[in-house]
């Protein structure tokens, strides 16, 4: 774990002078290096990368676009921190969990409520009944002493349970989310296809793959038990991508009472923010349908995986290469 206090700090006390446009031109004065900013992020931060002239091929960091501070990954070239350094910007190395002085995270933090729960836990701490209402009522939260880099970086809407009862989205973009209806399932086997993970530059499999016992449980007999729940994203009068769960013995089971959670849109209809509305759409109607709990699992390299991230799923295993994720719903 990372303790930021003292970065953040520091650029805190030299904001005045930063701009980030000037810093932002330095890096793209390499005509392969592209400083982007995320539509999803809230608002302060950009991305570092290469370019191929039309999107970031690969990704070299993280830059405050509020405050001079980056974060890069191991794959950073020197001719990026040597910008950085020019342009008066401390960086350090990326790090998945971090821990920060609460007074000085606000200012990094957007529409998310930061809370210190270790009364909780510790019982030498007072208790805070404002701290425990906020968390029984259901807020989603940050605790300054250990978050995730995703949870500083990307917004984290902290509904509560009774608005979360109330939310029911039905159109986004001009796409129509609604109930799969029976003679739909079979639609099923294309996006069951599309859920497959296939690295960048890996030959994609043949179709026939779905067919394997170990894929078939995702989608054989759908609608034949009550834990099968499917919503649609409809787009034109065409369906363009599905979220389904069910309770089944899967990569991403955890308990045969738990469903376990599958979804995939085709591909010229990604990064445009209608998986993410998708998901919220279906873990509100398995909420409506009883189901405290769902579960997933996602391969580490996916990135999928920010978004699960996002909709407050939390990792509980890990493989070599996956996630086992699950998310509370009440």
């Not at 398995?286 to 709990?293: E, H, K």
Request: glycine share 6%; with cysteine; net charge negative.
């Amino acid at each position: 774990m990372k303790d930021v206090t003292t970065l953040f700090g520091s650029a805190l006390d030299r904001s005045s002078s930063y701009l980030y446009t000037s810093v932002k031109s330095a890096l793209e004065a390499d005509n392969d290096i592209w400083c982007l900013a995320d539509s999803d992020t809230n608002e302060k931060w950009a991305y570092i990368g290469k370019t191929d002239g039309e999107s970031l091929t690969e990704y070299y960091g993280i830059l405050c676009e509020a405050y001079p501070v980056a974060f890069l990954y191991d794959t950073c070239p020197d001719k990026i921190k040597a910008v950085l350094d020019k342009c008066g910007v401390e960086y350090t190395a990326f790090d998945e969990e971090l821990s920060c002085d609460e007074a000085i995270l606000h200012h990094y933090i957007t529409d998310t409520l930061i809370i210190d729960d270790r009364f909780l836990e510790d019982d030498s701490l007072p208790f805070d009944q404002e701290a425990f209402d906020m968390i029984v009522d259901g807020r989603r939260y940050l605790t300054p002493y250990k978050f995730a880099f995703d949870d500083l970086i990307y917004s984290c809407p902290h509904y509560t349970v009774s608005e979360l009862a109330g939310m029911d989205i039905t159109e986004k973009d001009n796409v129509i989310f609604r109930k799969a209806t029976p003679g739909e399932y079979v639609l099923l086997e294309d996006f069951l296809y599309e859920a497959i993970f296939i690295p960048e530059g890996a030959v994609s499999p043949p179709r026939e793959i779905i067919k394997r016992p170990e894929l078939q449980v995702y989608i054989e007999n759908f609608g034949s038990r009550r834990s099968d729940i499917c919503m649609f994203a409809e787009k034109d009068g065409k369906v363009i991508g599905a979220a389904w769960v069910r309770i089944m013995n899967d990569y991403g089971s955890i308990s045969p009472h738990i469903p376990s959670l599958a979804i995939s849109l085709y591909p010229e209809y990604r990064g445009h923010g209608t998986g993410t509305a998708l998901m919220r759409v279906l873990l509100n109607e398995v909420r409506r349908n009883g189901y405290g709990f769902v579960s997933l699992s996602v391969q580490k390299a996916n990135y999928a995986y920010t978004m699960y991230r996002k909709l407050g799923f939390e990792t509980v295993r890990e493989t070599a290469d996956e996630y086992i994720m699950k998310k509370y719903l009440f």
